[in-house]
């Protein structure tokens, strides 16, 4: 799987919007960008994913550059339940891929009250 | 919402007992996979399982270890004889398809602790 690019960790403050960028400059045409996070003592949680075109849904928002090198996780307002490890993977659908997700150490985001 | 939920939450063990991790899936997802991170490590893959066969599995995934579905709601994670270096979080997961634009669902995980 093509491999990503993340800030280690990331401070944001509680009620503000926070963007969590990942690079993925070796990503090929058919590698779909998946978010997942993990909360403290708990197992990963699928965030959103996406293609070639933005995302949102109720957790978040996705922004994918036009060249696809690169994308955004935003979380629009960001609560104390935001705190944890927001990890983004590269999936892809070619080359007989099993589907196993391969996690890199991810952006570890803390949020202040 | 359905989730996907693991059994026992923290299992503690002597290095060479067998031990079996349990899991029941979300009840119409096809795919299961296991995962483990080692304390302060990233989360490593295992196991990918479908249509009663493994479909994939990582290099950690030695003769030590097997999976089954013994039934239509449990998935299981056998370790035969464990060694102080198989202490982990094991996570299970499901998704009701393979294609990669279908999120895998996780549980909270077993701790596994070798004595």
């Known amino acids: 799987d093509a491999k990503t690019t993340q800030p280690n960790s990331m401070e944001s403050n509680e009620e503000e919007p926070v963007h969590l960028p990942c690079n993925h400059s070796?990503?090929?045409?058919?590698?779909?960008i998946h978010w997942y996070r993990q909360l403290p003592s708990q197992g990963p949680e699928y965030v959103i994913h996406g293609l070639t075109s933005n995302v949102n849904n109720r957790m978040a928002s996705l922004a994918i550059a036009e060249d696809r090198k690169s994308s955004t996780l935003i979380l629009h307002r960001a609560t104390l339940r935001d705190a944890a490890v927001y990890y983004c993977i590269l999936r892809t659908s070619y080359g007989g891929s099993q589907g196993n997700l391969i996690f890199g150490k991810g952006t570890k985001l803390s949020v202040k009250p | 919402e359905p989730e996907v939920t693991q059994t026992p939450s923290h299992q503690v063990t002597q290095m060479g007992q067998e031990v079996i991790l349990r899991c029941v899936p979300i009840s119409n997802h096809l795919y299961f996979y296991w995962y483990r991170q080692i304390l302060g490590q990233k989360v490593e893959f295992l196991v990918s399982?479908?249509?009663?066969?493994?479909?994939?599995k990582s290099e950690i995934f030695d003769d030590q270890f097997s999976v089954e579905r013994p039934d239509g709601s449990n998935f299981t994670l056998k370790i035969r004889s464990t060694k102080l270096e198989d202490s982990a979080m094991y996570f299970c997961?499901?998704?009701?398809?393979?294609?990669?634009?279908?999120?895998?669902?996780f549980g909270d995980g077993t701790r596994l602790s070798i004595l």
């Open positions: 399982f479908y249509n009663n066969e493994i479909s994939e």
């Open positions: 997961a499901s998704s009701e398809a393979r294609h990669d634009s279908q999120p895998q669902h």
């Open positions: 070796t990503i090929s045409g058919t590698d779909y």
